[in-house]
T-cell receptor
């Protein structure tokens, strides 16, 4: 299996621009998680989906952030408009609830907003 | 408030020495996860501890779980430089029904010659 796939791996954008991060979970997994990691705040859960349905988005910083999972093999995290404080590494992880409980993380997207 | 606390947060040790990282948590979870993160890399699953008294070992690392004390330990035996990384523990937030984990802040381990 290819593991969790994220794109792009690096993104540099200017403040005010729209940013879309993409994730393909491991085939057969039924849960998907978006995290943000910074030196100051550590690893933060932004939102997670079970069977493509958003379950908890309380970690989404504000309305500028949105996430979708249109099918079992694809999810997006969008930031519009982006701000310098959004600069971080964004990880996507997937798991199979009830069978293999651990989450498998993608390689991450390093976002820099100037 | 649900908490996962790791101790220490920073650890500098010499090669060949032994040390233990502690993970205390406030939930009633009976499952605990250890992850490793190398600098600039993603998180990699190390151990999954599924019940009270569970012990798992791989190489120079051994993890154990005491659900009654709500404590897990990650023991490092005869450390080598390759073990330098950040180690995270995590527990189920909701009893495992949703797969949502609470992560500790991580322990940054530096092994020096």
């Amino acid at each position: 299996d290819a593991g969790v796939i994220q794109s792009p791996r690096h993104e540099v954008t200017e403040m005010g621009q729209e940013v879309t991060l993409r994730c393909k979970p491991i085939s057969g997994h039924n849960s998907l998680f978006w995290y943000r990691q910074t030196m100051m705040r550590g690893l933060e859960l932004l939102i997670y989906f079970n069977n493509n349905v958003p379950i908890d988005d309380s970690g989404m910083p504000e309305d500028r952030f949105s996430a979708k999972m249109p099918n079992a093999s694809f999810s997006t995290l969008k930031i519009q408009p982006s701000e310098p404080r959004d600069s971080a590494v964004y990880f996507c992880a997937s798991s199979l609830i009830g069978v293999a409980p651990e989450q498998y993380f993608g390689p991450g997207t390093r976002l820099t907003v100037t | 408030e649900l908490k996962v606390e790791q101790n220490p947060l920073f650890l500098s040790m010499q090669e060949g020495k032994n040390y233990t990282i502690y993970c205390n948590y406030s939930t009633t979870s009976d499952r605990l996860y250890w992850y490793r993160q190398d600098p600039g890399k993603s998180l990699e699953s190390l151990f999954v501890l599924l019940s009270n008294g569970a012990v798992k070992q791989e190489g120079r690392l051994m993890a154990s779980l005491d659900t009654k004390a709500r404590l897990s330990t990650l023991h490092i035996t005869a450390a080598v430089h390759d073990l330098s990384a950040t180690y995270f523990c995590a527990v189920d937030r909701d009893g495992g029904s949703q797969g949502n984990l609470i992560f500790g802040k991580g322990t940054k381990l530096s092994v020096k010659p």
